[in-house]
C-alpha cells in the first residue's frame, strides 16, 4: 500500500497534549499491523532544543542515532516502542540553515529563494525521508497479528505540527501540508485537528467558540479538518459534538474528546472507544476489520490500578519542573507498575540542600534519583545527597551529572581528595576525578557537540549492574548493551585503580574508548551511577532494566 500522511495540528491553547493523540493513534494503528513512524515539526528558529533552558522547553531528548530533539519523541518511543532519529525531529532553524546552504553552494542556480516554494519545499522533503526504512526503525506491535502493512515502507506517517494555529512561525509548516494534501489527494493525506472546549464557571457552560474560530483560521489557510479532537476537562454531550460538526464542516462520528484521564496511558483505550483509528481508516479508504484486544497495553494498565501501595522517590536536581526530568518520572512509573507498587515523586531542589535540612529532606525516601543536568548551581547539594545516601545505604541512581557527583563525593570522603571536582565546575582543582572528554577539549561550539546518541557499554560479569540486566530466567545473557549519553565529561581513568581498590568499582567500559560507563558500590543494597541516560529507553512494555532493579531494591 503507498504511504498515508495523517497531520496533527491544534489550536485555541498550547499544551493540549498533541504529542500524546499522536503517539496513541499509532499505538493504534500499530497495533492493527501497520508500519508506522511519528514525527515533530517544531516551529523556533534553534536547530534543536540541545541549547534550550529546560524552565523553556522542558526536557531536551536524545534519540539513538545522536539528534536532541523535542520531549515529545520520547512519548512517541513510549508509546510505540519505535527508535526515532534526526529525520523524526524537525526545527525551522534546521529547515532555513539547509535552505541557505544550499544558496550559498548554488544549488538554486541564481534564483530568488522565497518561503514559497523553497522553504516549503524543503519542509515537504523532510517528509520524504520516512517514505523508507533510511528514515529509521519502525515497528509493529508484535503482541498484534499483522495486517494490511506493505512490504517494508511505512504505511503510515503521523506528523506533529508544533504550536497553535494562528502563530506566525508555523506558517510555513501548515503551506507545507496544505500542498502535500493538495498533491497526493483525500485517501492519502488527512488532517487531525486538536482543540479546546473551554468551562465557563460563571455560566456554567462548555464553550465551543474557540473551537470554531480555530477551525476556521485552518480553513482560511486552505486546510478542511476531517477529524476534530475536543479536549475538555468534562464530559461532552452528544449535542455540543452535533454542534462542533456542524459549524466545522466534519462529520459528527468524527468529532471525538480528549477529557482529562488519570494516566497519559489511557488516551489509547479512550480513543479507541470512540473510534479514532477506524474513522481515520475510513476516510482513508482502508479496511477497519476487527477492533485490536490491546492485550500487553491493557494489562499494562490493570497493573497500575491494582499497585496501591506506595514507593517514595526522591529526584534531586535543579530544575523544579516536572517536564525538566519527564523521562525519568515515566521510567520510574513504567518499573512501579511491574513491581506492584505506586510510584510517588518528591522533588528536593539541591540548591538549596544543606546539612541541617537533608535528613529533612531524603530521611523518608525509600530511594533517591540524583538527576543529571549542567552548570555549577546545585551541585553541592548533589554532593551531599550522594553522601547522605552513601553513608545511610539508601537505595541511589546517579544518572549522567548525578553519578559525576557520586564519583566526586566519594573521592571527597572516602579517598581523602578534599578539593576532588568536575573540571566543568573547577577548572582549577588538583584532583579533577571528572575531566573533559579528550575530542571535546577542541569544541568552541555548544550546539550539538556533545557526546550525543548511543554507544556500546561491556557489563562486568557478577556485578549488580550484570545481573538488572540479565534478571533470573532470561535465557540469553547480556554482556553488552548500548545505552544514550548526553555529555561532554567523563570519569577521569587516572584514578579509576584508586576507586576500585576503595570499595567504588567501575563495571561498565565503553570497549572502543575505555570510557567509565557504570560505577557501583557492591558492599551497598543498590548504588549506582551511570554516565548514560537509561531514561530514554524505557517504554510501556518494556521498562528499563536498571529501573526495574532500582525499584526492586527500593521495596
Known amino acids: ?39 515533530k515539526f517544531d516551529p523556533y528558529i534553534n536547530i534543536d ?78 517528509i520524504a525521508p520516512l517514505l523508507s526504512p533510511l528514515g529509521g526503525k519502525t515497528s509493529r506491535d508484535t503482541s498484534s497479528p499483522p495486517g494490511g502493512a506493505g512490504g517494508g515502507l511505512l504505511d503510515f506517517v503521523i506528523t506533529e505540527i508544533g504550536g497553535t494555529i494562528g502563530d506566525i512561525e508555523s506558517l510555513p509548516f501548515l503551506e507545507a501540508i496544505r500542498q502535500l494534501r493538495w498533491e497526493l489527494g483525500p485517501q492519502r493525506a488527512l488532517n487531525v485537528h486538536l482543540t479546546y472546549v473551554p468551562y465557563l464557571a460563571a455560566a456554567g457552560e462548555l464553550k465551543t467558540k474557540p473551537t470554531q474560530t480555530s477551525v476556521k483560521q485552518l480553513q482560511g489557510l486552505g486546510i478542511q479538518p476531517e477529524v476534530l479532537v475536543l479536549r475538555s476537562e468534562y464530559d461532552l454531550s452528544d449535542e455540543l459534538r452535533a454542534k462542533v460538526a456542524h459549524f ?20 489509547p483505550i479512550n480513543m479507541q472507544r470512540q473510534g479514532l483509528d477506524a474513522i481515520i481508516l475510513k476516510k482513508m479508504g482502508l479496511e477497519v476489520g476487527a477492533t485490536p484486544e490491546l492485550g500487553p497495553w491493557r494489562k499494562f494498565l490493570e497493573l497500575r490500578k491494582q499497585a496501591t501501595e506506595v514507593v517514595d522517590i526522591a529526584l ?22 511491574y513491581n506492584n507498587r505506586k510510584v510517588r515523586t518528591h522533588f528536593v531542589n539541591s540548591e538549596f540542600l544543606t546539612r541541617g535540612n537533608i535528613a529533612e529532606q531524603l530521611g523518608g525516601m525509600a530511594g533517591v534519583v540524583i538527576c543529571p543536568g549542567f552548570g555549577q548551581r546545585g551541585i553541592e547539594g548533589k554532593i551531599l545527597a550522594a553522601e547522605y545516601c552513601r553513608t545511610r545505604d539508601v537505595p541511589t541512581f546517579g544518572i549522567c551529572l548525578g553519578m559525576q557527583m557520586m564519583v566526586i563525593e566519594f573521592a571527597r570522603n572516602v579517598l581523602g581528595y578534599a578539593d ?94 575505555s570510557l567509565v560507563e557504570i560505577v557501583e ?12 541516560h537509561p531514561e530514554y529507553s524505557s517504554t510501556v512494555l518494556h521498562p528499563h532494566p536498571l529501573f526495574m532493579d532500582f525499584i526492586k531494591a527500593c521495596i
Request: charged content about 25%; some cysteine.
Open 420 to 513: 576532588a571536582n568536575s573540571n566543568e565546575m573547577d577548572s582549577t582543582t588538583q584532583h579533577n576525578v571528572i575531566d573533559m572528554m579528550e575530542e571535546q577539549k577542541a569544541v568552541k561550539q555548544m550546539g550539538g557537540t556533545m557526546r550525543l546518541g548511543a554507544y556500546d557499554c561491556e557489563l562486568q560479569q557478577g556485578s549488580r549492574v550484570a545481573e538488572a540486566y540479565n534478571p533470573q530466567g532470561k535465557t540469553l545473557r547480556r554482556t553488552t548493551i548500548r545505552e544514550r549519553h548526553r555529555h561532554r565529561y567523563e570519569f577521569n581513568n587516572k584514578y579509576k585503580d584508586e576507586y576500585e581498590q576503595n570499595g567504588m568499582r567501575c563495571v561498565g567500559i565503553n570497549p572502543s574508548t
Open 521 to 532: 558500590i557492591p558492599a551497598l543494597r543498590w548504588y549506582i551511577g551511570t554516565q548514560f
Open 49 to 126: 532544543p540541545g541549547t534550550l533552558n529546560p524552565y523553556e522547553h522542558g526536557e531536551c531528548y536524545v534519540t539513538a542515532d545522536g539528534m536532541e530533539t523535542d520531549l515529545d519523541l520520547g512519548h512517541y518511543e513510549r508509546f510505540t516502542g519505535i527508535e526515532t532519529t534526526r529525520d523524526n525531529s524537525v526545527t525551522t532553524g534546521r529547515i532555513y540553515l539547509s535552505v541557505i546552504e544550499r544558496e550559498r553552494r548554488g544549488d538554486y542556480l541564481g534564483k530568488t529563494i522565497q518561503v514559497v516554494p523553497h522553504i516549503t519545499d524543503e519542509i515537504k522533503r523532510r
Open 316 to 337: 534531586v536536581g535543579k530544575y523544579d519542573l516536572q517536564d525538566a526530568y519527564k523521562s525519568i518520572l515515566e521510567s520510574l512509573a513504567h518499573a512501579g507498575t
Open 248 to 267: 466545522c464542516n466534519v462529520d459528527v462520528e468524527a468529532v471525538v474528546q480528549s477529557q482529562d484521564l488519570p494516566s497519559i496511558y489511557e488516551v
Open 1 to 39: 500500500m503507498e504511504t498515508k500522511y495523517i497531520f496533527i495540528t491544534g489550536g485555541v491553547a498550547s499544551s493540549l497534549g498533541k504529542g500524546i493523540i499522536s503517539a496513541s493513534l499509532g499505538k493504534l494503528l500499530q497495533a492493527r499491523g501497520y508500519h508506522i513512524t511519528i514525527q
